[in-house]
């Protein structure tokens, strides 16, 4: 049987191809899964769980388990990456359920969809109004931020989903105020931009 190229196929054809293969139980296949999919889940987890590390490996590990057992469920009509994220979404409103402290111990989803789609919203030429499921969305935002560089996604996600000051990530960044505003505007702009061509992608239709 000739052998597929990925490096000749579509980004969603590449994952199912992967899928196939730890479907056969190919043990190099499933250190691939692992190698991708478990830093870039866990820092989906982490900053969502208040940066409790143990806690985001339990949920990306259940996430991981979950994943395996449904692999075969994966008919690539979106990226793995957002597939997975489904699932972590789940397994951390599952969680959140099972902590004492599940009042305050994950971001509320919607909070951080509704943050950070002001740099969406901002532009009334610009709304996401062919989604049909508000999780949907949940998942989308999150998808689009892991796909940003580390820096613009740690950028928005310190700024609309912790909430803290220009101030506060000029400290942590040493960056002065003026530079920290001016990367914050280039990360909305850029969220914005890979966020329309994901959603055509992955939709068919321009948000």
């Known amino acids: 049987m000739k052998r597929i190229s990925l490096g000749q196929i579509t980004p969603h054809q590449q994952d199912q191809e992967l899928a196939r293969r730890l479907l056969k139980g190919e043990d190099r296949a499933i250190s691939e899964f692992m190698n991708i999919y478990f830093p870039r889940l866990y820092r989906f987890a982490l900053v969502r769980l208040r940066h409790d590390p143990t806690a985001a490996e339990d949920v990306v590990q259940q996430t991981l388990a979950i994943a395996a057992r449904r692999i075969e469920t994966y008919r690539a009509e979106a990226a793995l990456m957002t597939w997975l994220a489904q699932i ?4 951390l409103v599952r969680y959140q359920n099972s902590t004492i402290e ?14 950070l789609l002001e740099t969406i ?20 935002v999150h998808y689009v931020l892991d796909q940003l560089p580390a820096h613009y996604g740690d950028v928005l ?7 803290r000051s220009v101030k506060e990530i000029s400290e942590r960044m040493s960056l002065g105020n003026e530079a920290v505003q001016s990367l914050v505007a280039r990360a909305r702009r850029s969220f914005k931009k890979a966020f329309r061509e994901i959603h055509t992608e992955q939709f068919g ?3």
């Open 88 to 91: 972590c979404i789940r397994e």
């Open 121 to 140: 919203e901002a532009d009334e030429s610009f709304e996401p109004v062919n989604i049909a499921e508000r999780a949907e969305l949940v998942s989308l």
């Open 157 to 163: 996600e310190w700024r609309y989903i912790e909430g």
């Open 205 to 207: 239709t321009p948000a």
């Open 102 to 115: 599940n009042e305050t111990m994950i971001t509320p989803l919607e909070g951080v969809t509704s943050s």
